[in-house]
């Protein structure tokens, strides 16, 4: 099975700064994609950023200019530097990876536990 544990979150003021992180443990034989989606009460889990192996990264319209989206692959960790944060990103963080176990296994996506971030005005 593979394992990823959040770290991060917690409360910040509005135009504070935050910095999740997440490692990806287990049996792993290789990861494609990394990324962070977040969810708000009584709304639908939604895409932040992503980043592909390479270190290529997509960022959700409302985030672009504000956060920055990076990753360890030596250490299969992902990192969302979040600056100039604002009370609407204040959600529960979930870590994701596509990640193959072995050789001879298909791709699947694995999550996180989720993370509280919360943004006081």
């Known amino acids: 099975q593979v394992q990823l544990v959040e770290s991060g979150g917690g409360l910040v003021q509005a135009g504070g700064s935050l910095r999740l992180s997440c490692a990806a443990s287990g049996r792993i034989f290789s990861i494609n994609d990394m990324g962070w989606y977040r969810q708000a009460p009584g709304k639908q889990r939604d895409v932040v950023a992503t980043?592909?192996?390479?270190?290529?990264?997509n960022y959700a319209d409302s985030v672009k200019g504000r956060f920055s989206i990076s990753r360890d692959n030596a250490k299969n960790t992902v990192y969302l530097q979040m600056n100039n944060m604002k009370p609407e990103d204040t959600a529960v963080y979930y870590c994701?990876?596509?990640?193959?176990?072995?050789?001879?296994?298909?791709?699947?996506?694995?999550w996180g536990q989720g993370t509280q971030v919360t943004v006081s005005s």
């Open positions: 994701y990876c596509n990640a193959q176990r072995s050789p001879l296994t298909n791709y699947a996506d694995y």
């Open positions: 980043i592909t192996r390479r270190g290529s990264p």
